[in-house]
């Protein structure tokens, strides 16, 4: 099996189904670090007799993607790729440029082998140029890229649900897991289950795929 480079693509929306023109761009060398920030938001509050302030759940934040890649256009990697100015610009074609089409710069998939995959938008593009010819043209650069996870307006209604004081879920099912165990992780009561197996539709809640979303709603507590 050969070896398997970083892409990163874009796209015309924030559902990702409409690609732009042209393929992915594929990194020459592979980031050596990818740093993924996930982080969690609560509501600090603190009951008239308690003397110290308790979190309450609020929402999962947003995540940030951020890693560095090298372009090398000396002919060692790889022998047709030595223009660096075509390189940069491929890359910010995809993932800076605005885009009259939609009116704003495109949104962002960056694609590792099965394991990472992320939905995002361009935060920052940092070059570093490290090596050059004799008349001063770059023949290798550092480039610093950070992303923001996009969440599409659509499926942010679906978790948010506005019209519930109540917090909504959105999960990923895990290959093996059943209805009743991720109730019991979401809510920490397994007893949910049929709620939450109506408002999905699910006939045969006890076979869930791997990779299935679900929507945990707003429960209504007997």
């Not at 480079?5 to 796209?11: E, P, R, S, T, V």
């Not at 980031?31 to 007799?49: A, S, V």
């Not at 790889?78 to 009116?103: C, N, P, Q």
Request: hydrophobic share 35%; with cysteine; charged share 25%.
């Amino acid at each position: 099996m050969g070896l398997e480079h970083m892409k990163i693509a874009g796209y015309y929306d924030g559902d990702f189904t409409n690609p732009i023109p042209g393929d992915p761009y594929k990194v020459m060398i592979n980031p050596n670090t990818i740093k993924w920030n996930r982080k969690i938001i609560y509501n600090k509050q603190r009951p008239i007799d308690a003397s110290k302030a308790s979190q309450k759940y609020k929402n999962s934040g947003i995540d940030d993607l951020s890693f560095d890649i090298v372009i090398d256009c000396t002919g060692v990697v790889f022998s047709k790729r030595v223009d660096m100015a075509t390189e940069i610009k491929t890359l910010e074609d995809i993932v800076y440029k605005y885009d009259g089409k939609i009116h704003r710069p495109n949104f962002v998939k960056v694609q590792w082998g099965s394991n990472i995959s992320f939905k995002g938008v361009l935060k920052t593009f940092n070059t570093t140029y490290t090596l050059f010819k004799p008349d001063g043209s770059p023949l290798r650069a550092k480039v610093s890229l950070s992303f923001e996870e996009y969440v599409s307006p659509k499926k942010k209604c679906k978790v948010e649900k506005k019209e519930s004081p109540d917090i909504t879920h959105l999960v990923e099912v895990v290959e093996g897991e059943s209805l009743p165990q991720l109730c019991n992780k979401v809510w920490n009561n397994p007893l949910y289950y049929v709620q939450v197996a109506n408002y999905n539709g699910l006939n045969k809640f006890r076979n869930l795929k791997g990779g299935q979303e679900l929507i945990f709603p707003p429960i209504i507590k007997s």
